[in-house]
């Protein structure tokens, strides 16, 4: 029985350790998380400082654990968390408070205090023995022992923890809407965990050396249990603060991130730890055995993922399962500029094959001329192409080919009217060239035209040694492009088998043409929704809080606006004078009004005081640079709209295009809108003036 007890305490204290590494591993993860998607959100900034209080303890406990002999040096360390952890909580409970539009001046003094007050106890923790001494290290955990200032430090940290409870409590009770009302229901069962269970209990209890040592050991794990789910799901609900994207669009990004990122590397480390478990069992070398363990559950998980992505997605959609999984479709069976020059490449040279000809190319018909069948620069960004590229197959003379574009028009469009004869719609044979054909449109009399170079057989069209083949719409039978090969003969007599397969070939060419024109179209039509689903994520964002949205979010907006970024949109296009400045709705915000006594009580010299002053705040830290990219949109403002001046001479100085400049514009009012509005909730957020 003794053995079996032993046993039992030493797999208990071995998973203490993976899970302590693991909170530690969770912990880091989320601060990165932030930083990468929530770091507009105060709400987020201040949970990551409460996570940092979490690294630091951890990071101390678990290096005093490891070394041999335990060091009281690394006991000191960790707490720079749990001194820090009373205001960093108070802070968090406070900031929550204020998104529902509960602002308190002494909440807000107390949060200070409190951190100068937790700075102050660590220096006294490091380099006195006044909050805490040398303890014991022959018990199964060493630990310091109470100085006489600890038990001072235990009610200023308790008393905050409480009063940071109270406010998490009554910021849920602010919620209105279910969602709301919901996540802040898992933040106040989740927030308890790792800021009452960070607290040096040890020191004033002492190792209970009465009870077995399992059971201790037993607490320290669901206490280190709570810590990592409950840090876990507070990092779920403030994922979704100050972020840009849809709910669907967080919650998958999330648990992809933490799949892939804190529980994959938890499991890698718990690998190599139980690897020299291992050693003793079977002799084997640790570090062999750990390397091969540790790749396979890489390995593994990479496959598990894969497999359980679809599922994750379909739950995490839900009703919208239907809407994402054809966006997922259209994402992956979407045709690239290389899918279709490849696909393009491999018919030409097919049917070299069967009709035994040396040089072959696919040109594509756009707004009547010319262009490359590959669509460079077409599909993105819905930009026209500006040469023409051929998709080709042996050597091609450009120069006798490109000079003759007008004639080759000529002739499909002829023989897209008319599939079996020289002349088309208007009575004009294929060779007509194109001064007639507008000649003609007009009634005017038409001069003499050339007697044309071709001649129509069949399904092909001989033109100067190359033989033409229309490629054409299924359903319109519209042209959309031509396969050329250099002709063999100087009229194609093709067997029934050559023909069967050309046939199949420039079937396979249109349809490639056709589905590309298609999503061409598609990706025009994203360029244009983008830019408004942008606008929209950012509104849900800055509406996103812990309670209702509030009426500051939406009491800027007047009615005739679509959105505030409209409003500063305006002010700022004659911010140098003009009815749009002077009449602007934002007249009415507190912080213009703020502003009057500074500007001798004029209200358009207030206003365009605080967008400058919100221009000035997207001023980046350092030495001013016409090419970095986080100074892009200060510069944009501060050239464009305070210096006034022209777009051009900006756009050149920025090494940038007109219409790039004009597209970083609306970003650069975004941004300056997001901190009007933070100005507005600052002033709205002060005492007002007896």
Request: glycine share 6%; with cysteine; proline share 5%.
């Amino acid at each position: 029985m003794t053995d079996i007890f032993a046993t039992l305490l030493g797999a208990i204290t071995l998973l203490n350790r993976i899970i302590s590494a693991g909170i530690l591993i969770t912990a880091f993860a989320l601060v990165i998380y932030i930083g990468l998607y929530n770091r507009r959100s105060q709400i987020a900034r201040v949970f990551a400082v409460l996570l940092l209080c979490i690294i630091g303890s951890y990071l101390g406990d678990l290096l005093a654990q490891l070394s041999t002999p335990p060091a009281f040096d690394w006991m000191r360390l960790q707490w720079i968390g749990i001194a820090l952890m009373p205001a960093a909580a108070l802070g968090l409970s406070d900031t929550l408070l204020r998104a529902t539009g509960e602002t308190s001046p002494v909440r807000r003094i107390a949060v200070r205090a409190g951190f100068i007050i937790g700075a102050s106890v660590f220096l006294l923790v490091v380099f006195t023995d006044l909050v805490v001494v040398p303890g014991e290290t022959a018990s199964r955990l060493a630990h310091l022992n109470p100085g006489v200032l600890f038990y001072v430090f235990s009610l200023f940290f308790f008393s905050s923890v409480g009063w940071a409870m109270y406010n998490v409590i009554e910021a849920r009770r602010r919620s209105l809407t279910a969602t709301s009302k919901r996540r802040m229901t898992y933040f106040t069962l989740s927030f308890l965990a790792p800021t009452l269970g960070i607290f040096p209990y040890l020191l004033p209890v002492g190792w209970p050396g009465a009870l077995p040592d399992i059971i201790p050991w037993t607490g320290i794990l669901v206490v280190n249990t709570a810590i990592g789910a409950g840090i876990t799901l507070m990092g779920y609900s403030v994922a979704y603060y100050g972020a840009s994207a849809p709910d669907r669009v967080i919650k998958r990004r999330l648990i992809r991130y933490l799949f892939r990122g804190p529980l994959l590397a938890a499991a890698v480390i718990t690998a190599l730890v139980l690897s020299s478990r291992v050693e003793k069992l079977f002799g084997l070398p640790s570090d062999f055995v750990g390397l091969i363990a540790a790749s396979t559950i890489i390995l593994l998980a990479q496959l598990f993922i894969v497999t359980l992505q679809p599922t994750l997605d379909r739950l995490i959609a839900g009703e919208d399962s239907g809407e994402v999984n054809y966006l997922q479709q259209f994402s992956e069976r979407l045709m690239t500029t290389s899918d279709l020059r490849q696909f393009l490449e491999n018919i030409l040279a097919a049917l070299c094959d069967l009709l035994r000809a040396r040089t072959a190319f696919v040109m594509k018909i756009t707004d009547l001329e010319l262009r490359v069948s590959s669509l460079a620069g077409e599909m993105t960004a819905g930009l026209p192409v500006t040469e023409p590229i051929l998709v080709t197959i042996g050597n091609l003379d450009l120069e006798k080919l490109l000079p003759q574009s007008e004639m080759v028009r000529s002739v499909v469009q002829a023989r897209s009217s008319n599939g079996k004869g020289p002349e088309n719609g208007h009575g004009l044979e294929a060779g007509t060239s194109p001064d007639a054909a507008r000649a003609a449109e007009n009634g005017a009399a038409a001069p003499v035209a050339e007697a044309p170079v071709f001649e129509i057989e069949h399904d092909f069209i001989l033109w100067e040694g190359y033989w033409l083949i229309p490629l054409r719409s299924r359903e319109t039978q519209e042209v959309l492009g031509v396969i050329g090969l250099v002709a063999r003969a100087s009229e194609p007599e093709l067997t029934d088998e050559e023909r069967e397969g050309v046939a199949v070939l420039v079937t396979q060419t249109a349809r490639a043409l056709e589905d590309s024109i298609m999503q061409r179209r598609a990706f025009e039509a994203l360029t244009r929704i983008i830019p408004e689903a942008d606008d929209m994520q950012r509104r849900i964002a800055e509406t996103r809080n812990p309670a209702a949205p509030t009426l500051a979010d939406f009491e800027l907006v007047p009615e005739g606006y679509d959105d505030f970024t409209h409003l500063v949109r305006d002010a700022l296009s004659q911010y140098w004078g003009g009815p749009r400045l002077a009449n602007s709705p934002m007249m009415r915000l507190r912080v213009v009004t703020d502003a009057l006594e500074a500007n001798n009580g004029n209200a358009t010299k207030a206003l365009r005081a605080v967008l400058f002053e919100a221009i000035e705040r997207l001023k980046p830290d350092g030495t001013r640079s016409f090419t970095a990219t986080e100074w892009l949109l200060y510069n944009i403002l501060e050239m464009k709209i305070v210096q006034g001046q022209r777009v051009r001479d900006v756009a050149r100085k920025l090494v940038m295009s007109e219409s790039d400049l004009y597209r970083k514009q609306r970003a650069a009012f975004e941004e300056v809108a997001r901190i009007v509005m933070e100005m507005e909730r600052e002033a709205r957020a002060k005492p007002d003036k007896t």
